[in-house]
């Protein structure tokens, strides 16, 4: 039912009700880019914390969430688990943003699907094919090598708009945590299975290299996004979690 109105929706804005097709894109525009589009009592990222519309958009950072442009017209998302862009969609909102679901279904909805369907004109097929982004289904320890300097410019592109800087974790968002001691103190001791002892140097470090990986998904929980290997590879964690003092 849900989905038959997100339908409808993209279909009122394909059939071109156009006096309403510009003001409804701008606003899925404004939702995107507004960390408190949310009506929660923690808002944080906005969609373009994670997403760039096309990819030249950021060449400084790596996004753990795919470029937007075409993404309307992509015959499935998050690799191929799900063929449906409400579905899509609604990962983030719920999982990230903290939305309700239902909000997808109001004017919202709406709103956002406009402004995606704007990104995604019929005629181009720039950003239509599916995007390739794997995680892998478990972690293990990495190889402790690592080089720092290297670390530190994966630090700057995929993790310092959300932790700000290393160790003081000056200018990050208010949900993102100052890592990594604070990884130290909230999960000193905590039960998260692990192969290794709870507050042993590798302990913490196979927890950091499952949140890069999974971010909230696999039962651990929060709203940190996962990174893909094609976006962060195990050789780059390896030099992060020198960098980061979790060698
Ligand atoms: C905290 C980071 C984050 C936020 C915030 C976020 N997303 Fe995502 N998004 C992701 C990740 C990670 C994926 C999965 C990787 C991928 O396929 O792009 C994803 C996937 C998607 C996809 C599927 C792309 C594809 O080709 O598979 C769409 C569409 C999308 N997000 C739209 C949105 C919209 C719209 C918002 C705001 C309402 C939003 N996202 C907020 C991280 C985020
Ligand atoms: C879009 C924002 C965002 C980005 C980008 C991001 N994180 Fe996070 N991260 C969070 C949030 C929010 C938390 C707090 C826990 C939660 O809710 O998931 C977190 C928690 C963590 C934790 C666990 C800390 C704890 O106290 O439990 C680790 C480790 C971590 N992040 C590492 C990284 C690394 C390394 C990168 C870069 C590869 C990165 N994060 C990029 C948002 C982000």
Known sequence: MRRA??????????????ERREPLSARGEALA????????????????????????DAPDRVLPGAPLQGAARRPSFWNGETLHLREAVERC????????????????GEALSAWLESLSPAGSTEGTAPVRLTWPPTVRNLDPEGDPAAGARVWLRACATCHGEVNTGRGRLACGSALP????????????P??????????????????????????????????ATELVSDRDLRDLLVYMGLP
């Open 33 to 56: 880019r507004n960390p408190n589009a949310v009506r929660t009592n923690r808002p944080c990222f906005s969609c373009m914390t994670c997403h760039a519309v096309r990819a030249s």
């Open 93 to 108: 909102w719920v999982t990230f943003l903290l939305g309700d679901a239902e909000d997808l279904s109001g004017p919202t």
């Open 181 to 192: 001691q604070e990884i130290m103190a909230a999960h000193a001791d905590d039960d998260i």
């Open 5 to 18: 109105r997100w339908a409808l929706a993209l279909g009122l804005v394909a059939c071109g009700v156009t």
């Open 194 to 227: 692990s192969t290794f002892p709870a507050g042993t140097p590798q302990y913490y470090r196979v927890l950091a290299i499952e949140k890069v990986r999974h971010g909230s998904f696999l039962g651990y929980a929060g709203r940190m996004p996962p990174f």
